[in-house]
């Protein structure tokens, strides 16, 4: 009866049993976070950090999950404890590479595009996780005059507890899709220090308004996915009928793909951000000196009207998976900038290839990370353009928005295709029925910025008498 409940349950949502097994159990979160906060202790507090969030693997994959899960957390936790120098840089290589191994024998694209479920995803979150501990107690034994301010802020002088590194990585659930958040920062949420001891005024945070607001915005996220992804499937892009569409009819519907998929998105990161506010990990301060309203930063991970209206490329990482993003810029694009120099191209599409082989190793994924690191480069010379317009020129400045608020439109949506169709085949039909577009406008406007090189305009100074 129970396997009967869920076939039809799973039918009605157009979804299989296995996803609707994943959804419920994430969707389980938030009263498992909820809870977390009536734990007495400190040790209770890791022990049911860790506990639930096995339990919870458990009932959404089965056992095997657990056990993957323990391969990459063994690998940080040794590193730390046996070479502390190169506790970040051993965790890393062998971290993506246990990642690398799951993702090609599960072919968990694959999965995932045709409705399938696995725990590649939760590995990926916990990858990023013991990655990030590793790195910041290595940065522990480093001079502090030396270090970027995050990781001043992140670093690690002791090396925790096991129970306290396994309540971290497993939390309540919180590596099922994330945010990815820090060790330190997850000890002085357990321990009540930090911003989250209590004020002098004797105040503490109520996470209730931001949770209902996360999840009204995950119900309306998941309704709007489902009533679009009927009418937009993927296989449309190989079929005859599309073919024989015109250009902006095609085009037309590689943004309408890409819309939608994003929707499935939101509904994700919403739950995950309702999850971690009840949990109240997910404050990150006051918004005033009076506290009468308290920020929920540290659990979004998305900006949907920020995503759908971005005026440029560049904002894009600030909008979409923003831990991630955060995560990639603190632990890959800062770490490869030598001292002394600005990060240029190197430096960002290594760090988009780092995310690329993140998602797993499939064309799809290498073409749209390769092409976002071309699409946010171009975005900044079109950027460039726009500061050096005198501001009495404002009305040209204005159409240099418009232009590069399009250009992010187009070339977004139109790279966007090889992140969903997975495969070489399918991306290249995709993009060969819209003439390149998305690839050709990058390169041109790349190609201009070294024909056409500007200098901001900088305001006029008075030499001194």
Avoid at 19 to 25: D, G, S, T
Avoid at 75 to 87: K, N
Avoid at 404 to 413: A, D, G, H
Wanted: charged fraction near 15%; aromatic fraction near 16%; hydrophobic fraction near 45%.
């Amino acid at each position: 009866m129970g396997s009967l409940d869920m076939d039809s349950m799973a039918a009605s949502i157009g979804v299989s049993v296995a996803v609707l097994r994943f959804l419920l159990c994430f969707v389980a979160t938030i009263p498992v976070s909820f809870l977390w906060r009536f734990v007495p202790s400190r040790l209770g507090k890791h022990i049911y950090a860790a506990a639930s969030g096995a339990f919870l693997s458990y009932l959404s994959f089965g056992f095997s999950s657990n056990l993957h899960f323990l391969v990459p957390m063994t690998i940080g936790y040794a590193s730390m404890a046996i070479h502390r120098p190169l506790s970040g840089f051993i965790t890393f290589f062998l971290g993506f590479t246990y990642l690398i191994g799951c993702h090609v024998f599960y072919m968990s694209g694959d999965a995932w595009k045709e409705g399938g479920i696995d725990s590649t995803g939760a590995l990926m979150v916990l990858t990023l996780k013991v990655i990030s501990c590793s790195i910041n107690y290595n940065d522990g034994v480093l001079k502090e005059e030396g270090l970027r301010e995050a990781q001043r802020k992140n670093r690690l002088i002791g090396m925790p507890s096991l129970i306290e590194y396994f309540g971290y990585c497993l939390c309540c659930g919180s590596h099922f899709a994330g945010p990815v958040f820090e060790m330190k920062d997850y000890l002085e949420w357990t321990e009540g220090k930090g911003i989250w001891a209590v004020s002098e005024k004797g105040k503490r945070p109520s996470p209730y308004g931001a949770m209902i607001r996360a999840i009204f915005q995950a119900a309306i996220c998941m309704a709007l996915y489902l009533y679009l992804v009927p009418q937009f499937p993927l296989t449309r892009f190989t079929e005859p009928v599309y073919q024989e569409w015109g250009f902006w009819k095609r085009f037309g519907y590689q943004y309408m793909a890409g819309f939608t998929a994003r929707w499935k998105y939101y509904f994700i990161w919403s739950i995950s951000e309702a999850s971690i506010i009840i949990s109240g990990l997910g404050f990150s301060g006051w918004a005033d000196e009076t506290q009468t309203k308290a920020k929920w930063d540290r659990a979004k991970n998305v900006d949907i009207l920020g995503v759908e209206l971005a005026k440029s490329a560049v904002q894009i990482p600030l909008y979409w998976n923003i831990q991630v993003s955060t995560w990639l810029r603190h632990y890959v694009y800062e770490r490869i900038v030598k001292p002394g120099k600005k990060a240029g191209f190197f430096q960002l599409l290594a760090t988009q290839t780092v995310s690329a082989v993140w998602h797993g190793l499939y064309p799809g994924y290498i073409i749209f990370f390769v092409q976002s690191a071309l699409m946010i480069d171009g975005s900044k010379a079109i950027y460039r353009w726009q500061q050096a317009i005198p501001p009495k020129m404002a009305t040209l400045r204005n159409v240099l928005v418009l232009i590069n608020f399009l250009y992010t439109v187009v070339v977004l949506n139109y790279s966007s295709v090889g992140f969903m169709v997975l495969s070489l085949h399918e991306t290249i039909i995709a993009f060969k029925s819209v003439y390149y577009i998305g690839t050709v406008i990058p390169v041109v406007v790349l190609l201009l910025s070294y024909l056409v090189p500007v200098k901001p305009l900088r305001p006029k100074t008075r030499k001194e008498e």
